[in-house]
């Protein structure tokens, strides 16, 4: 059994900086991608960051390349999204999930197979 544990979230003034954890733990062989997402109110859910556990691909949301950061420390099983630069839009809760593979449709939106989540862990940014 696969836990995602997410932490660092909290508020912040518009201009400033967060990390975001994600503690796995249980049965991690069979997620070769670790992604973050996130859902505003009456928005739809969207990917922000994602990459693959063995390293080399990784995507980004368009409007948070150059701010946002995915990384991970595989000897602590930790996923982190430093995030850098908070914008009034960014403010959602965000999601750890662990899925067998992550790809980007020709649209670019970031998709995902067999996706485990975490619990979420709020953001918010005052302008």
């Known amino acids: 059994q696969l836990e995602l544990v997410e932490s660092g979230g909290g508020s912040v003034q518009a201009g400033g900086t967060l990390r975001l954890s994600c503690a796995a733990s249980?049965?991690?062989?069979?997620?070769?991608?670790m992604a973050w997402l996130r859902q505003a109110p009456v928005k739809e859910r969207e990917g922000v960051a994602a990459m693959y556990t063995s390293g080399g691909i990784t995507y980004y949301k368009d409007s948070v390349k150059g701010r946002f950061t995915i990384s991970k420390d595989t000897a602590k099983n930790t996923l982190y999204l430093q995030m850098n630069s908070l914008k009034p839009e960014d403010p959602a809760m965000y999601y750890c999930v662990a899925a067998l593979r992550c790809g980007i449709a020709s649209s670019g939106i970031l998709q995902l197979t067999l996706p485990r989540w975490g619990q979420g862990t709020q953001v918010t940014v005052s302008s």
């Open positions: 249980g049965y991690t062989y069979s997620s070769n991608c």
